[in-house]
């Protein structure tokens, strides 16, 4: 089984990494697989809406790297997303990943349905259920199943130059909930396709 985590954060030190880690953390000590990706440094053009996907089963766009991100996101068992809050909303370059690979799968195969993960968003102080409902409802289109925790998966911090998530213990411990949570469920999703 394996599990990927997509931080959207741009920045070094990134407070959306410090949570995904703390959940890829927790899979991995359930003996789950699992592979940070950020999308800083990376290039992901937004969705032209050219609709070629509906016919061709791909995304026609070229020269970014969205292509190796869709393949990872197809290959695995579990996808957790993780974004900063910018006023109020999901980081643009998250959302044009997840418009694209969303668009592709519903049109091309429901790439991503049974697969289980969940949203993580993290703020300074305001807007992060907003984002984090946002990310619920690309999940659930997608045909997902999101477990959930002792409260949202949602991180305070951003203070003091938005280094500061290692102080926020409650959103640290909701996240490693959420990801026992996932671990359980992945455990028993793939002990029952054993069982065929
Ligand atoms: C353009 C911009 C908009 C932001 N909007 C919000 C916001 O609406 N609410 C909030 O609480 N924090 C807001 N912040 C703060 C970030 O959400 C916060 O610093 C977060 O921890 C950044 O995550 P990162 O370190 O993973 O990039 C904003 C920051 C930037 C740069």
């Given amino acids: ?117 969940g949203p993580i968003t993290v703020a300074r102080r305001a807007g992060h259920n907003l984002a984090f409902s946002q990310l619920l409802l690309w999940f659930f289109i997608n045909g997902m199943i999101v477990p959930g925790s002792t409260y949202w998966n949602v991180g305070v911090a951003g203070a003091r130059g938005a280094r500061n998530a290692k102080e926020d213990e409650e959103g640290i411990n909701t996240v490693i909930q959420f990801a026992e949570n996932m671990a359980w469920l992945m455990e028993k999703i793939c002990r029952g396709s054993f069982d065929g």
């Fill in 1 to 117: 089984m394996k599990a990927i985590g997509i931080a959207g954060s741009f920045r070094e030190n990134s407070n959306t990494e410090f949570y995904l880690k703390k959940a890829l953390e927790t899979l991995e000590n359930r003996k789950i697989k699992t592979e940070l990706i950020s999308l800083r440094g990376k290039t992901i053009k937004p969705c032209t809406g050219c609709y070629d996907c509906v016919n061709l089963h791909r995304c026609t766009i070229e020269e970014d790297d969205f292509e190796g991100i869709f393949d990872k996101m197809k290959d695995a068992d579990g996808i957790i997303i993780g974004s900063p809050v910018y006023f109020s909303s999901v980081v643009p370059q998250l959302m044009s990943l997840l418009d694209r690979a969303g668009f592709v799968a519903l049109w091309s195969g429901k790439f991503f349905a049974r697969k289980v993960g």
